[in-house]
Nanobody
């Protein structure tokens, strides 16, 4: 009974900014990390950024320096601030949660939010 709800996607012009958010709810014993992945049309899903419950962050090389991931552990919410957006960033962005359920590591996924970057 874990749910992830994403918001903040939309249409933005190249060079612009957008902020995504994802709120997790449900019976989660422990959250190890939350993050963002994306999938462009005709391409495989790829990692964008992750953040552990301890605050350690990891970014894909393609977004490092432009995107910033942050979290509010008290609210079980993760954010992705996207600046200097490029057309290549156009994709469906999915929220991911890595947690423990009944002692096992489990991944949960949101339904995705579309980000479209125009020229």
């Amino acid at each position: 009974q874990v749910q992830l709800v994403e918001s903040g996607g939309g249409l933005v012009q190249a060079g612009g900014s957008l902020r995504l958010s994802c709120a997790a709810s449900g019976s989660i014993f422990s959250i190890n990390a939350m993050g963002w992945y994306r999938q462009a049309p005709g391409k495989q899903r790829e990692l964008v950024a992750t953040i552990t419950s301890g605050g350690f962050t990891n970014y894909a090389d393609s977004v490092k320096g432009r995107f910033t991931i942050s979290s509010d552990n008290a609210k079980n919410t993760v954010y992705l601030q996207m600046n200097s957006l490029k057309q290549e960033d156009t994709a469906v962005y999915y929220c991911n949660l890595e947690g423990l359920r009944y002692g096992s590591r489990t991944d949960y996924w949101g339904k995705g939010t579309l980000v479209t970057v125009s020229s």
